[in-house]
T-cell receptor, first 113, second 114 residues
Framework: AQSVTQPDIHITVSEGASLELRCNYS??????LFWYVQSPGQGLQLLLK??????LVQGIKGFEAEFKRSQSSFNLRKPSVHWSDAAEYFC???????????FGAGTILRVKS | EAGVAQSPRYKIIEKRQSVAFWCNPI?????LYWYQQILGQGPKLLIQ????????DSQLPKDRFSAERLKGVDSTLKIQPAKLEDSAVYLC????????????FGSGTRLTVV
């Protein structure tokens, strides 16, 4: 069965600074990997996904993520954070069909002005 | 396209009462999921439907939780009787292979059991 670890519970960055959120996964086959964002009281919004091809994936809102098979990682990055990026971010791994997503515990991002 | 619709948005019940949540997926999405998200945790899959059949309900506490998806469209999730530890946000999501993987989530129902 697949599993996901997000090592950082909270991260605080200054507005305009770069951001990297860490995600490590465990899955025996080719993983399907996702990043979602959740604002307070809202559902989950898909930022980006990876299932094959180029290991650097571009998403919405200026986010990107890089799949590194050797490190079992799928870290999320943004070069310049905006105050509106403050939210909780979830990494998820799906089975070989992209189904049955298993989520990490999430990382809460705080942006200070 | 319209998103995944869920109702109600909020529900407060006493323990041992019953409650039901409703989900209307995106039109044409054959796969529907119910997730439970306890405060401070990531969502956990409860059940997956493919059309009106159950694909995976291995993590559904079947002594108190039940779910159905009649006619392969709308779905309801029921809890009877509720326990304090059932307090959570219940998220519905739908997907189709044509969407190239990734789910679309509804806004969820926040359940508080007192």
């Amino acid at each position: 069965a697949q599993s996901v670890t997000q090592p950082d519970i909270h991260i605080t960055v200054s507005e305009g600074a770069s951001l990297e959120l860490r995600c490590n996964y465990s899955y025996g086959a080719t993983p399907y990997l996702f990043w979602y964002v959740q604002s307070p009281g809202q559902g989950l919004q898909l930022l980006l996904k990876y299932f094959s091809g180029d290991t650097l994936v571009q998403g919405i809102k200026g986010f990107e993520a890089e799949f590194k098979r050797s490190q079992s990682s799928f870290n999320l990055r943004k070069p310049s954070v905006h105050w509106s990026d403050a939210a909780e971010y979830f990494c998820a791994v799906g089975d070989q069909y992209g189904n049955k997503l298993v989520f990490g515990a999430g990382t809460i991002l705080r942006v200070k002005s | 396209e319209a998103g995944v619709a869920q109702s109600p948005r909020y529900k407060i019940i006493e323990k041992r009462q019953s409650v039901a949540f409703w989900c209307n997926p995106i039109s044409g999405h054959a796969t529907l999921y119910w997730y439970q998200q306890i405060l401070g945790q990531g969502p956990k899959l409860l059940i997956q439907f493919q059309n009106n059949g159950v694909v995976d309900d291995s993590q559904l506490p079947k002594d108190r939780f039940s779910a159905e998806r009649l006619k392969g469209v709308d779905s309801t999730l029921k809890i009877q009787p509720a326990k304090l530890e059932d307090s959570a946000v219940y998220l519905c999501a739908s997907s189709t292979r044509l969407s190239n993987y990734g789910y679309t989530f509804g806004s969820g129902t926040r359940l508080t059991v007192v």
